[in-house]
């Protein structure tokens, strides 16, 4: 069983940054993969990044690349989504997930742990 802790959302302004991170505990990430998504008010959950962690390769969304980038930290077996230059449009609730198996995938339903969520508002 994997436990997946989000953290670092907050109010933004429009252009600005921030970094949201994702703690697992219970199983390392070796052989996982590790994916972002957002869902705003009314809106079904999208796919944001990934990353599969033996590899280190890395997955964005067309909406975010070029301002979103996801990370990992081995040794603190974390996750991280580095945002700038946001706008209201990024404005959600972003979720952490793992996928057991190792090739990405943009769909939720191919994730099988999620975090709590952590709320983004860009907003003046």
């Known amino acids: 069983q994997v436990q997946l802790v989000e953290s670092g959302g907050g109010l933004v302004q429009p252009g600005g940054s921030l970094r949201l991170s994702c703690a697992a505990s219970?199983?390392?990430?070796?052989?996982?993969?590790v994916g972002w998504f957002r869902q705003a008010p009314g809106k079904e959950r999208d796919f944001v990044a990934a990353l599969t962690w033996s590899t280190a390769s890395t997955y964005y969304a067309d909406s975010v690349k070029g301002r979103f980038t996801i990370s990992r930290d081995n040794a603190k077996n974390t996750v991280y989504l580095q945002m700038i230059s946001l706008t209201p449009e990024d404005t959600a609730v972003y979720y952490c997930a793992a996928r057991r198996t190792a090739p990405y995938a943009r769909m939720a339903a191919a994730y099988n742990y999620w975090g709590q969520g952590t709320q983004v508002t860009v907003s003046s």
């Open positions: 219970g199983h390392a990430f070796s052989t996982y993969t």
